[in-house]
């Protein structure tokens, strides 16, 4: 696949097929998200790849931090109570991603996280299951109950940056128009 193809048709994919992704994948797979830029090259990027018993302890978590902002949400779509509820079950569900990927940040030399590594990771990782006919979605609502997760876990010292479902899709998002008015020319 061409990257501008992949660039331009990647969707995010919050419904998935049940079947199980092959381990070796996943591995390919985050082998080429750590291929990112990094701050000084230090590579301070850290992922966990969960399924089973301690992905259904996640969604418990998910599903509670989906209540600490269910009123903020009521307040924005008052009239769209379908995206309240649409939302209300990805929390609870993630789509019935066989694979859930928490994407944590390391400490610069500073001491200060350095979410934009992790973030371009994290792009890469989105285009390269894409490209391997897979799912997934950027995801950070539930990094509200970051201390539960990293209980679960068992993550010290790091930061919490992204929540990523992968699978198989079970849907055809639609595409969105861009946004206009997003680039300033100067000296053009």
Do not use: C
Not at 126 to 134: F, N, Q, T, Y
């Amino acid at each position: 696949m061409e990257l501008h193809t992949a660039i331009k048709n990647r969707r995010s994919i919050r419904r998935f097929k049940p079947e199980p992704i092959p381990q070796k994948m996943i591995e390919t797979l985050l082998g080429l998200a750590m291929w990112a830029p990094s701050g000084m090259n230090r590579q301070e990027w850290f992922f966990v790849v969960t399924q089973g018993q301690k992905k259904e302890e996640f969604l418990s978590i998910s599903s509670e931090a989906f209540e600490s902002f269910r009123p903020s949400l009521e307040k924005n779509f008052k009239d769209k109570p379908k995206i309240i509820e649409g939302m209300k079950s990805f929390f609870q569900t993630y789509g019935g991603a066989p694979v859930i990927i928490f994407a944590y940040a390391g400490k610069l030399p500073n001491g200060d996280d350095d979410v934009f590594s992790t973030a371009a990771a994290v792009e890469n990782l989105l285009l390269a299951v894409h490209d391997a006919g897979l799912g997934a979605v950027w995801t950070d609502g539930p990094v509200i109950k970051e201390a539960d997760i990293n209980r679960l876990l068992g993550i010290k010292d790091k930061k919490l940056v992204a929540v990523i479902p992968i699978g198989y899709p079970d849907e055809v998002p639609r595409i969105p128009p861009r946004r206009e008015g997003k680039v300033a020319w100067i000296g053009f």
